[in-house]
Each structure stands twice: as structure tokens, then as C-alpha cells.
């Protein structure tokens, strides 16, 4: 058999156990969990094999063999404890059984899996077949809106064109405070072994160097770990490169060259504790922290500030983010005035609305640049492409593609973005790149970057309207995204 038939083959197999549990109702995120947990204990069992023969810290009471070896009722519980114990162990290990449960009551089914997997000589398949297995896998699971991953799942295409504006170079440290599943890590690593010729050193940063990140959640932190790890990031028996620690608790230690990210949606950072009646409470959470410009429970905007503070001082960013922090008056405004004086914002893309598949969010990408601190604003001009203004996307019949943001790739000029040409002017009203200077926005209302110059075709235009399924997508869009707006005037006023 050839390897592409042996690629195949396999794919088709995961897919198709997949499918087989799903019957017996076990969702993608479960099924993911069980795929982690099993083939993370495979691969460290043929690394402790030659040519190999690594030690990976893995007792033999819960390795690999020990699950081949039993069935039924006796496999089930033995499975259980294996979960639980390497739960305890310290490093990557650790992280990936942390709180790790058994997803499948059906010990035959559970046999078959860890059957399955023993097929497959796992270290020995291309990084790109893992990989493109596994991020598969991630992608059905965020479009399950059952299980909530979609909030975790930033549309890959908006992802790559992203690192290809940024260009990250060799041997520099990237950093992602709200990591999720690990999209923008992984981008960024195809793109450098992509573009550059790397040598053994420069190799050797890349895979435990260079990614750095926060995921909170235990569950989204082990599939961020495991799809790390099967495209070559990471050792099996080395150090959690994904912090579980809440990014925004305290000022950074330590600073990076670059910074990608898609911070969770949803305004007001919150924490739960039980009052003295043992009833669950929540209260807003504030960040009262001495590098901040200001002190707000707006998650977004604790962000932006954060993103600012690890960056070095010759460090970029690109990050998403709502509207809101555009607009928003109060904290708002004062991070977009400190954000315009301290960094150059250069850039930012307006994303259309059903490219998520959290219903009516309204994103933007921020592209700003370190500098040390200086008397004037390092923020001279900032461009805009418009890509909201007669776009309609949704996540499945019309995803976003990355040929889509290619226009927007070509303007930006990652190779000298000094070189950039307006593609808008008085007589041309349809050209969606254009620029503002820091006087022309510092003069608006509350510093507002929330900025449009395109007529919306759909209020003038009767004769060619969006095919109904698009429109009536786009009025829901509009609906979800005014009803968010209410519930946090609501959530204010109380």
C-alpha cells in the first residue's frame, strides 16, 4: 500500500470510529479527549522503544501496554485509574491527563479504540498527516454547537493571513495569552519552516523555544498540548509550553517578539465564590494592575493592555477584537488614546460578521508595533480595510476563505508595509483600503477607531440583493449582535 493510500486509510479510520461513537452519543469533544489521552500513551510508548528508548516518565503500571492487555469490566477500571494517576505527574505529561475522564461506558468500544491505534506507528507518520487528522477533529467539533468549542476556534483562514501580514522570523518567542486550541501557533510554525531554511539550532528553538501560552480551561489546554505535540512542537517528557494560569493575574515576566491572539469574546471578566448562605455568587473581576493605562472589568480591553505589556519593546502584535473596544467610552477610551501614544496601530481589518461560529460577533484585527516610550505618539497613520461592507460569510454553506483575505494580504505590504498604496479616493467610492491620519482620529468622539466609508449596497441597491439564505443569515447576524449590545447595557445598569 502507498503512503497516500496508508494516509487515507487511517484518516478514514478515525473518522469512521468517530461516526460509530457518535451513534452511541458521544460527541466530538468526548471522542477528541479519548484520542488525545490514547494516542499522546501510544507515542510515548514507541519513543521508549529503539532507536529511540527514551525514558518519557510514564510508570509501566499505566503505560500503553498495560491497556492492551485487558478487557471488558477490568480495562474499564484500569483505564479510570490510568487517567487518574498520570493526572499527578508532573510537566506536559501532567497537564494532559489534568481532570481527565473516561468519555466511553462501553468498555468494547474502548477496546476497539486503544485497537485501532495500536495499527498505527504514530512517530513515523508525517507531521502533516497528524496534524491535518487532528485539526479536522477540532474544526467538527467547533462547528458542534453543543459542546461551546466554537468559542475556542478562530476560522483558520483569518488565522494564516494574519501571520502572513506579521511575518515572524527565526529564532523569536511568540506568545498567545488565551491560546485555545493552539491555531495561531501552529500557522505560525508552517509558515516559518515553510519560508525559511532552517538550520539544526534554529530547528531546535522552533520546537521548544518558540511558543508560549495561557489556556485556562483544562480541557481546551489538553487539545492545544496535543495538537501542538503532533505537529512537532513541544517533547513528550518536557515542560507545559501552555500556561493554566490566568494570563491577565499579574504583570508579564517575561516579554516576546510577537504576539497572536483571539481573546474570548464576551465584555465582563468575572469569578465565581460561594456567600455565607453556601450559594454560588458571581461579581465582576478587576485587574488592579500597576502596568495598566486602566483599571476596567472589560475583559477586551484588559487584553489589549496585556497584549501591549509582553510585548518587547521591538515587539508586534495582532489581535482580535470586538467592536466595543473601538468605541467604548470611559476605559475605552482612555486604552485607544494610550494604545495610539505608546505603539504604532497601523492597521486595522473589519471582519464580517458570520465567520465565527459564536452568532453575532462583530471583530476586528488590531496590528500594532512596541516602541520604547517617547513624548510624541508613535502612531502616525492608521489604514483600514473595510472587509464588513457587503460581505456575507457563514461558517458552513460560505466560510471565509484565506483567497478572500488575499486583497487585504497584497495591501497591507507585509514585505514593507511603509509602501502602501490607497486603493479608496473621493471618485472611486468602492475601494475598501484606506488611511486616517492620528489627528483625523484623535479629534473624533472618544477617540473612536470605529470607522466606515463604504455604502452598504443592501439599504440602496433593491435589484441586487443577498440570495434569501444570506440575508436572512445576515439579519440574524444583526439581531444576535444588537441583543448582545442590550444585555450589556442591561448588565451595566444593574
Known sequence: MTTDNQTSSLISKVWSFCNTLRDDGVGYDAYLEQLTYLIFLKMADEYGRPPHNRDVGIPSDYNWQSLRTKRGAELEVHYITLLRELGKRPGMLGQIFTKAQNKIQDPARLYSLITMIDETEWVLLGTDVKGDIYEGLLEKNAEDTKSGAGQYFTPRALIKAMVACMRPEPGKTIADPSCGTGGFFLAAYDFLVTNYRLDRPQKEFLKTGTFFGNEIVSNTRRLCLMNMFLHNIGEIDGVSPIASTDSLISEPSVTYDYVLANPPFGKKSSMTFTNEKGEQQKEDLTYNRQDFWATTSNKQLNFVQHIRATLKKTGKAAVVVPDNVLFEGGAGETVRKALLKSTDLHTILRLPTGIFYAQGVKANVLFFDNHPASPHPWTRDIWYYDYRTNIHHTPKKKPMRLADLQPFIDCYHPEN???????????????????????????????????FWLRDQSLTDLDNLPEPDELAASIIENLEAGLASFRAVAAALE
Open 417 to 451: 508595509r511603509h509602501k502602501r498604496t490607497e486603493t479608496w479616493n473621493a471618485e472611486n467610492e468602492d475601494g475598501r483600503w484606506r488611511k486616517y491620519s492620528y489627528d483625523q482620529v484623535i479629534a473624533r468622539d472618544k477617540t473612536s477607531l470605529d470607522i
